[in-house]
């Protein structure tokens, strides 16, 4: 079974950076879709990056320009470094992994907070 752990939330004032990472393990890591999402209390989990197995990536609107998604298939980690915080980013978020005919999985998220 695939374990993804995220890392890195914490508290960060509006306008800082932040770093999350998101260590898997399992067999199938280089061949799935990697991705981030977030979810505050009363809202739907959303999709905020995705990274492809070739590299190409996909934001959410809200955060275009400003969060870059990375993934290095040597360390099987999936990296959101995410610069100009606002509060309204906010949020716990899943580091998630999907791959065509095994499903998706899932980590127990981190929580982030931008906050002065």
């Known amino acids: 079974q695939v374990q993804l752990v995220e890392s890195g939330g914490g508290l960060v004032q509006p306008g800082g950076s932040l770093r999350l990472s998101c260590a898997a393990s399992?067999?199938?890591?280089?061949?799935?879709?990697m991705g981030w999402y977030r979810q505050a209390p009363g809202n739907q989990r959303e999709l905020v990056a995705s990274?492809?197995?070739?590299?190409?990536?996909n934001y959410a609107e809200p955060v275009k320009g400003r969060f870059t998604i990375s993934r290095d298939n040597g360390k099987n980690t999936v990296y959101l470094e995410m610069n100009s915080l606002k509060p309204e980013d906010t949020d716990v978020y899943y580091c998630?992994?999907?791959?065509?005919?095994?499903?998706?999985?899932w980590g127990q998220g981190t929580q982030v907070t931008v906050s002065s």
């Open positions: 990274i492809t197995t070739d590299g190409r990536t």
């Open positions: 998630r992994a999907f791959r065509g005919g095994y499903g998706a999985y």
């Open positions: 399992g067999s199938i890591f280089r061949a799935s879709t």
